[in-house]
């Protein structure tokens, strides 16, 4: 999505990726290589002018890396954040943003004490590699100790109080090189099974402006460049940071259709310095995510404002296919629009 | 521009180009080669479902081999109208379109008849190959004749009568393979040096209907399978049938941003067998061709609504470099828009 939003702004790519079948391959040139392969990154360097990422479990020593020798956009402070669950907390903390309760467990044996501490439910998470639910468990009760300290593996975690939220927030905005910082209206998620199921933009949501407040002071913090997604829980009509992601984000999807200028392509204007477009809301919109199977194409394509999106990407328990976003030019519109897409394709709807 | 629209689809795509730099060339596999090179079409032929063209010089020959292979859309047909405004205009006759006055003018000794008959001033343009503004010549007084027949290079040609008209319409419609048609929104343009500058999508057109009307009895007669365009004057008051483009059109390109479904995804969606898009605009907007140079990126980008299109080609005389599709929530929005744009890129503006 990244590069059908650059070929216009005349950009050409190279992608970097292991997987032999990568949905991007099409689009470009496919490095197909380890993250970490010499040849591989000394082409990339080689080759391009700027270079980003759109997952974020990318060794931070091949960012490093490439950050050593041309500019890496976000950089490797921000990559580092987001890839370990407590120096986010701890960023979080020290900016004043509140999160739930937690406290880090590197050892079985902290185990018990951080319960004490937090109180039950609890989260056991561990703090690296953790994307869409893997690496979790829940606690409800004292004896789940022992599970959960088998699901994550015995590697160093967090042990978080699993809140109970109203909502799930996320508020996505791009930070130019300049500083220039734009947001995105705050997105309403719904997770399914760990995974994002179902993103809705909010017009004059009240916790708009506090969460680009908070957002706000992670990018500037991070001195980040390029677009961020910041995840909040609401609990008691207050924000509540749960995590960052530094890249394009699943919950921005609808900024295709739904904004003046996508999250794409203001990642992409952020990172080769050009002036950040316009965030402002063009429809109504929602947006959902297919997974395990996409709906039938004929299906969706029959339906007036169904915007289908696929990643060309083989079926496998739990994977993103594609999403779908619905635009509208109202809210009675596109309540009657996804009540039509319901019709065809109920197993979208969490 | 297709390919942009179709990978969303799960599309993907083979693109035969005789130039090496193809723009295209990035988005799939290109097959460089002559478009009757028989190894190249055995290769296309071998790997596409469904084959498409969006200029219409390819050679009619090409067409028909591809045809009796496998599904082209717009079919031989379609493309044997377009590509000779004899035929084109003969079908306007035969489907009670109203023409300018013309005559088929095959030797010089029949210019002078022909003249006779239009009246001057008069146009006379190669009845092939013709397209911005190539392969024509104006005639407004007797002696001009031996000049335009030299213009011409005595091919076979039409002489029709240059119309005063008060504006240039054009109408985009998609027809699919079961008969289904929509119609986009008619839109005005106008062109300097033959060549296409601006193109504004017309809301409630007091043409709008006659434009449909005229367009899907093109469409019907042809059996058509895809986007077309059918461009207009208007004399009076009342549209002229001036040629029909059988493919994606760029005085569609506004269709991008300013329409729920683009002319670049409902030809997708037609010749590939999906239910057509809607085709109701979604903005108010303007396009704009970059002719000759593009105006700098940065400067554009700092603009709200200004949506730019690069095609990634080398500047050459003539040359459509890129477009600009400006959008707004309403007119005075719009009016606004475009007085920033012109601030920056006077030469746009025709």
Excluded at 65 to 74: E, F, G, K, M, T
Excluded at 189 to 195: K, L
Excluded at 299 to 307: D, I, Q, R, S, T
Aim: aromatic residues 6%.
């Amino acid at each position: 999505m990244l590069a059908l939003a650059g070929y216009p702004l005349g950009l050409e790519f190279l992608f970097l990726d292991p997987s032999p079948d990568a949905c991007a391959a099409a689009l470009g040139q496919h490095l197909c290589a380890d993250y970490s392969d010499p040849g591989a990154l000394a082409r990339l360097c080689a080759s391009a002018q700027v270079v980003t990422f759109e997952f974020e479990n990318v060794p931070l020593a091949v960012a490093e890396r490439v950050a050593a020798r041309l500019p890496l956009h976000p950089g490797p402070l921000a990559l580092r954040t987001g890839q370990d669950r407590l120096a986010e907390k701890k960023l979080f903390q020290r900016l004043k943003i509140p999160v739930p309760p937690f406290r880090p467990v590197d050892r079985r044996e902290a185990l018990d004490a951080a319960l004490e501490a937090i109180g039950l439910p609890a989260l056991l998470k561990t703090r690296r590699l953790g994307y869409d639910g893997k690496g979790q468990a829940v606690l409800h009760q004292r004896e789940d100790l022992d599970q959960a300290w088998q699901a994550v593996r015995g590697q160093p975690s967090i042990l978080e109080r699993k809140v109970i939220f109203e909502r799930e927030l996320s508020c996505l905005a791009v930070r130019a090189g300049d500083g220039a910082v734009r947001y995105y209206q705050v997105v309403e998620n719904t997770h399914r099974g760990g995974i994002l199921r179902r993103s809705l933009p909010r017009a004059d949501d009240p916790l708009q402006r506090r969460a680009e407040e908070y957002t706000g002071r992670v990018l500037e913090a991070l001195s980040y460049v390029g677009v961020l997604a910041f995840e909040f829980f609401v609990v008691d009509g207050e924000l509540l940071g749960n995590e960052i992601a530094p890249r394009v984000h699943n919950s921005g999807h609808w900024s295709i259709e739904g904004a003046e200028t996508s999250q794409f392509e203001n990642h992409l204007r952020a990172i080769t310095g050009l002036p950040l477009g316009n965030t402002a809301t063009r429809s109504v919109c929602a947006m959902f995510n297919c997974i395990d199977e996409a709906p039938p194409l004929a299906a969706l394509a029959a339906l007036a404002g169904v915007h289908p999106h696929l990643y060309g990407k083989l079926p496998k328990p739990g994977r993103k296919l594609g999403h779908i976003t619905v635009t509208a030019a109202d809210p009675a519109e596109l309540e009657q629009r996804l009540t039509n897409l319901k019709a065809v394709a109920p197993e979208l709807f969490p």
